[in-house]
């Protein structure tokens, strides 16, 4: 069972090196079903296959496969895709077996698990308090830089009016507010005009380029127009104090930062959106990026040095990424002058999202995240739910009478894991902290699930942005695409 489980791995380490290798990918099923076949019986494993072989017909049956990745033939999509799904899938389920009979193995893995659990805690707590800004000392007026507001918007009637009166009431010396509309369905660029005299200057976007995506084309429009020293990036569901400008700016000189993101407080519409709130924010607290060679970034808001930013080759170098900003925090976070913090009261910037609007960003943003690689998306959606989610069902389990080995392990790891949980709600959603204490595993359940579909919406049917599709420039970059190091 050992030389097998080596051998399974093995071939998915070589596999993910060496994608074309077409010989490996069925070496890689044979063996896994050999697995199956050794552990958890004839039928289990008679089941799998017809269910995966119906996968495929429905997969060579779909025409709509054929159009997102224009570079590759026809049957490498389907063929190539499909057996990486389905070599995965395989192996959770022998992996699973094997945890179930295995009591050596249950023991590693259970030690494991609450490892991951503590480190979590512990870099959460780290980050909760890392993730501040204070500013020693109020600069005078005359001293401060001229800064530029840039404000991306497509079809935003309900909100962008409310947006730019929070800020036009920015007291902020020497703010230039800019707001280009990306070809609105709606009213929204007669809204924009409407606060033209008092001091909004209007920008029409031009016909999107098809390698381009919107807001990566607005960013590149926003940055030719801007005259201030420091651009303040912001979408329109971001609402800001009248010091909120004026904070982060004093912020970034007094710490000779070149680049400064921030995580909102969030004010949810209602405590559904609260309770299933995906876990975007969530790794900002508690992955160890002090030892990645990556940043935690959100495009929610995001102020950079203008100087610095066409240094880096401004928007050209990330025309299709789903997260632009990140390349540039990446790069900024080489030389140790970029930073990320989590808004508290004081700072007073905010944003609200509904259930639906969560959903729809993490589908945009999960496959990129993972380079559209199906296998690093099959890897990370089982060690979420094997790492993070089985403590919780162990000790549920537990509950109900059924006697699991090591189950003391699994009731520390959900007691350590619940505890982070509530740190990170503490920090950014203060109104309903409370829901920290139950909603953790369902959380990650979520991000698990929502990992598989925006994988399966990339590659097979549509992912829909202000009413465009993006797999199209996303998947088929004009040139080499700039990478920025996702996280794995």
Known sequence: ???????????????????????????????????????????????????????????????RLLSNRRNYRTNYVVVHEGWWTFMLLYFVIFVFDYLLVDTALILSFSILSLGVAAVTLIFTIYHAFSYRLINNDEKDDS???????????????????????????????KLEILVIDDCSQDRTPQLIRDFAHEGVRFIQGAKLNEHWLGKNASYKTLTEEASG???????????????????????????????LSVMPQRTSFDYLAN??????????????????????????????????????????????????????????GKNKSYKFIVADRSLGVTSRKRTSSQTETAVRTLYPLFRENPLLIFVASFGLLSLLVLPFLVVILGLFGIEIPNY??????????TVANLVVYTRFNASTWFIGLFNFPFIITLEALLMQWSMLKYEYSKVVWKDRNICIPVLNPPLKRQRSNPII
């Open 229 to 259: 020293d420091y651009i303040v990036f912001t979408g329109v569901d971001v609402r800001l104090s009248s010091h909120s400008i004026s904070a982060l700016v004093n912020h970034m000189l007094e710490n000779e930062l070149d680049m």
């Open 408 to 417: 003391e392990h699994a009731l520390l790891s959900s007691v350590l894991l």
């Open 275 to 332: 309770f299933l709130q995906t876990t975007r924010y969530y790794f900002q607290f508690i992955l160890p990026w002090e030892l990645l060679p990556v940043n935690p970034v959100l495009s929610s808001l995001w102020v950079v040095k203008r100087e610095r930013l066409l240094e880096l080759g401004g928007f050209d170098v990330t025309p299709n990424l789903v997260v632009p900003e990140r390349y540039f925090a990446n790069e900024i």
């Open 143 to 173: 001293a401060m830089p001229p800064v530029t507001l840039a404000v991306p918007a497509r079809n935003e009637t309900n909100v962008i009016e409310e947006y730019l009166r929070s800020a036009l009431a920015s007291d902020y010396p």
């Open 1 to 63: 069972m050992l030389i097998l489980d080596l051998s399974i791995i093995s071939a998915l380490l070589v596999i993910i090196h060496h994608r074309k290798i077409r010989f490996l990918n069925w070496l890689i099923v044979g063996l896994t079903l050999l697995g199956v076949f050794m552990s958890i019986g004839l039928i289990a494993s008679l089941v799998s296959l017809l269910g995966s072989l119906a996968f495929i017909w429905v997969l060579f049956s779909n025409s």
